[in-house]
Each structure stands twice: as C-alpha cells, then as structure tokens.
C-alpha cells in the first residue's frame, strides 16, 4: 500500500541551520530518511519541541530535523519507517524549501 505523499514548505536563509516541518518523534522505532537535493546537508537535530505534558506518550517528544543549503529552491523527499522496513513507510512528505 502506497501512502499518500503530504505537502510542507520550509524557508530559511543560506549558511544557516534551517528547521524543517518535521521532528524526530517519540521513540518507536521510526526514523525519517530524507532524500536531499545536492547541496543540501543535513546537520544536528534541533532542541527538543515543547509539547503539552498532558498529551506526552511517555517518550521523548524528540526535536526538528535541521538542513543548510545555498541560496535556492530545492526538493526534500522525506520518509518515516523503521529501519527494518524502509520499503513501507508510515508517513511520506515532500518539502518544498526556499533559501535566501
């Protein structure tokens, strides 16, 4: 079953860290794959995100992915699965990035 592909935009400017929309999650398992553009890095995970403690599912609730880029506009493709089945991801999302 394929998953329906979710449309994000980013912006950012260039040399500098860029969040994207997307975090790492509690852990269970997932991890997200991103596909990027050449010139597209990725760098550490960002700070941990608030979340409201009341809907806290006993894990941590994991930081932004990070890129940095030249100026541009570029494409990142990025898929959560567990490292076991790559092939089926549970969430799929194409970014659209903008970088001054």
């Known amino acids: ?4 592909v979710e449309e994000l935009s980013a912006r950012g400017k260039a040399g500098e860290p ?6 790492t999650g509690p852990a269970t398992g997932h ?12 760098i550490a995970d960002g700070p941990e995100r608030p979340v409201d403690p009341a809907a806290r599912l ?6 932004y992915l990070r890129v940095t880029a030249p100026r541009g506009e570029y494409v990142i493709i ?7 089945e790559a092939d089926r991801p549970v969430r799929v999302v194409r ?3 903008h970088v001054e």
Do not use: C, T
Request: net charge positive.
């Open 58 to 63: 006993g894990a941590a609730a994991g930081g």
């Open 78 to 84: 990025a898929r959560l699965a567990r490292p076991w």
């Open 1 to 4: 079953m394929s998953q329906p």
């Open 18 to 23: 860029i969040v994207l929309p997307i975090a």
């Open 31 to 42: 991890a997200w794959r991103l596909e990027l553009p050449e010139g597209v890095q990725r």
């Open 95 to 97: 970014i659209r990035l």
